[in-house]
């Protein structure tokens, strides 16, 4: 492994322009990882990493690197480019397994962080380490949101998540699980107990609906829960999965781990959501692709699709008399998720777009002073890498925020020192 990747680190051009880094929504510095490795000091590098991203050794692992830093290497255009990916992980894996943190000086001063995904995780680390009391709400069991109930273990080792936690807890971050803030605890019990603000990254945990008729059937499931704990389900030996994205092929892969026999994706289009990188181990393994097909019908057998044709400018539509059924022992629906309203809709003041999102501004600040958010309740469901960007923005949105206050957790009052510093 170790001269694998050193090998791979010899191949980097080490480019003025570095096209690698420029690709990478995080904008990792990708040859100066590199170079430092080479010049072997590994830790400096992974502190280099750590410091970009707080999530670097989960990002080298679940990242659209072939869209990303990869696809952007210049030696790409000619053959192989360097897999930045490969070096990251042999790097992060290195020096999380070595850290560890400088004795804090706290500031007494209390930040509520509601839900443990990518954003969430991001945050309680950033201030974590500026000294903030940090309590993290949880839904679930573990930590880890989309990463540890959306990911299959295959891809992204749930050990990982569990050394995050140790380190979360090494810097006197506070973790309550089974805790749905919304219920039983509401935002407001939260500034009443002298939170000065709260982060909002519960992720989006509602299936999208096809709106066809059988979709209450008993041997119908949704992705999201499926890949919640896939060991729960029953699924027989022949599998049908409608949608294309990374969820699909988690679940198809998935599936085929679990026992299934026979496992089809069904496409609306040709052209695939997912990763070619997650396509191509889906159809090393056995998964079987059909496009240009929509679901008329879920029934006790299966699904009834029919076939769609392209009027040459991008417009499918349904081929009349093409329905047929698609044999299956379970139909597992994969076409992303959406919001869950129920914290919003129990906490006034925030506004929400069309989609259910929260509205924010470009550092996450929400329409209700205090409270912030970022993630997937913000954008949609998108990436990890671009969840951990956006955050770090927040995090220094938050801190920014909380320096504003008075010593009663008020807004400062301006002095006119204050407004010609300002003006300046």
């Known amino acids: 492994m170790a001269y694998h990747v050193l090998d791979e680190a010899k191949r980097c051009l080490n480019c003025k322009k570095p096209l690698c880094r420029e690709g990478c929504p995080i ?93 969430g995780i991001a945050i309680a680390l950033i201030l974590g380490q500026r000294g903030y009391d940090i309590t993290i709400f949880e839904g679930k069991e573990q930590i880890g949101g989309v990463l540890r109930y959306g990911i299959p273990e295959f891809r992204l080792p749930k050990s990982d998540l569990d050394r995050y936690k140790e380190k979360l807890l090494s810097i006197g971050v506070k973790i309550r699980p089974n805790t749905m803030v919304g219920s039983s605890i509401t935002i407001d019990d939260l500034f009443r107990d002298g939170y000065l603000a709260v982060f909002i990254g519960i992720g989006v945990w509602r299936p999208n609906t096809l709106h ?10 949704y992705a999201i829960n499926y890949l919640t704990n896939p060991d729960v389900y029953n699924l027989g030996e022949r599998i049908n999965i409608i949608g294309a994205g990374n969820s699909a092929m988690d679940v198809a892969r998935t599936a085929l781990r679990h026992g299934a026999r026979e496992v089809t994706v069904y496409s609306r289009h040709d052209f695939f959501a997912a990763s070619e ?32 044709e392209c009027d040459g400018h991008g417009t499918l ?14 139909t597992i629906i994969a076409i992303s998720q959406g919001a869950d309203n129920a914290l919003v809709a129990r906490t006034g003041g925030l506004n929400v777009t069309d989609r259910g999102l929260l509205v924010t501004n470009s550092f996450g600040g929400t329409t209700r002073s205090g409270i912030f958010a970022s993630g997937d309740v913000v954008s949609g469901a998108k990436t990890v890498v671009e969840a951990v960007r956006y955050s770090k923005l927040v995090a220094d949105a938050i801190d920014e925020y909380i320096q504003s206050l008075d010593e009663n957790g008020n807004p400062k009052k301006l002095t006119e020192e204050d407004l010609l510093n300002e003006a300046e």
Request: include cysteine; aromatic fraction near 6%.
């Open 27 to 119: 904008n990792t510095p990708i040859p100066d990882m590199i170079h430092t490795l080479l010049e072997g000091n590994i830790d400096a590098a992974g502190k280099m990493l750590f410091e970009n991203n707080p999530l670097s050794l989960i990002c080298s692992q679940v990242c659209n690197h072939e869209n990303q830093c990869e696809g952007h290497c210049v030696l790409n255009r000619k053959g192989a480019p360097v897999h930045a990916s490969v070096i990251e992980h042999y790097i992060s894996t290195y020096y999380f397994n070595r850290l560890k943190f400088d004795k804090i000086e706290k500031n007494g001063k209390k930040v509520a962080i509601i839900g443990s995904g990518p954003a």
């Open 317 to 330: 539509t349904r081929i009349p008399g093409t329905e047929r059924l698609e044999p299956a022992d379970s």
């Open 212 to 221: 066809i008729k059988g979709e209450s059937l008993g041997n119908v499931h």
């Open 277 to 308: 990188h997650e396509i191509n181990y889906a159809k090393l393994e056995g998964v079987t692709f059909k496009v240009h097909v929509e679901p008329v019908e879920l029934v006790d057998e299966g699904c009834i699709f029919a076939d769609l």
